[in-house]
């Protein structure tokens, strides 16, 4: 084996410098997994194995009256005129830390996937529980080298609606249950539910569970 290295010092590894080379190494993981469509979805989060997601029809879900995927809509895609734009191929969720990057859906959906059930709890007076599988927020900042003490902003594609931008404090942006979505009771997010993908965090009212995202980024 070379070793071109030219630091043969200490043994010992100091604390910092290997939670530091800990850090790089999960994230040169995590972005490896970036463009491969068939690997990665073994090395799931939580012990939960999710499959690829197979887009199939965005819109069926609505002609089955009801509420689409079990779940209320408080806004359709129609209502915030995102329909064009959430269903356009060049569609991309763009990530903004000290670095940036923009994902495709079949990106994001080859990156390790985390499942967890969280309730939509709208002000107006309903709440219902869902099953969401998607992209921890955490994950996709520090592929971005947002510092995780950041606080972050989500802002829609819709264009204009006083739900379009959300933030979030750090406390919240870090916690493992706080997903970029993109699945939503066992299938795809339907278009009024948030395709191509939706903020689901927990603990925080519906008006901040910013659907049709665009980007994220680290805010002011
Ligand atoms: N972009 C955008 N996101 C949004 C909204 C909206 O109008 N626009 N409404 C919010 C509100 S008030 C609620 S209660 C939830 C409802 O999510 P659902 O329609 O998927 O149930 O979405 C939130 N996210
Ligand atoms: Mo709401």
Request: with cysteine; glycine share 10%; charged share 15%.
């Amino acid at each position: 084996m070379a070793d071109h290295g030219n630091d043969h010092g200490d043994v010992d590894q100091d604390s910092t410098d290997e939670a530091a080379r800990r850090t790089a190494t999960s994230r040169r993981a995590f972005l490896g997994t970036v463009g491969v469509a068939t690997v990665g979805l073994t090395a799931v989060t939580a012990g939960q194995s999710v499959g690829l997601l197979h887009v199939t029809n965005l819109f069926g879900p609505r002609s089955q009256g009801g509420s689409p995927q079990q779940l209320p809509v408080n806004r359709t895609a129609a209502g915030a005129a995102v329909e064009a734009a959430a269903t356009d191929p060049a569609w991309r969720l763009h990530l903004a830390g000290a670095a940036s990057l923009a994902m495709d859906r079949t990106e994001l959906s080859s990156l390790p996937q985390t499942a967890v059930t969280l309730p939509v709890a709208c002000v107006e007076g309903w709440s219902v529980s869902a099953h969401w599988v998607g992209v921890r927020v955490r994950d996709l900042m520090a592929a971005v080298d947002a510092s995780t003490g950041a606080r972050l902003r989500f802002t829609s594609l819709e264009p204009n609606g006083v739900y379009r931008i959300s933030e979030m404090g750090p406390e919240f942006a870090q916690h493992p249950t706080t997903l970029v979505a993109l699945q939503l009771n066992g299938q795809t997010l339907s278009l009024d539910h948030g395709y191509p993908a939706r903020l689901i965090a927990p603990g925080r009212p519906g008006v901040l569970q910013t659907k049709w995202l665009s980007r994220i980024e680290v805010a002011g």
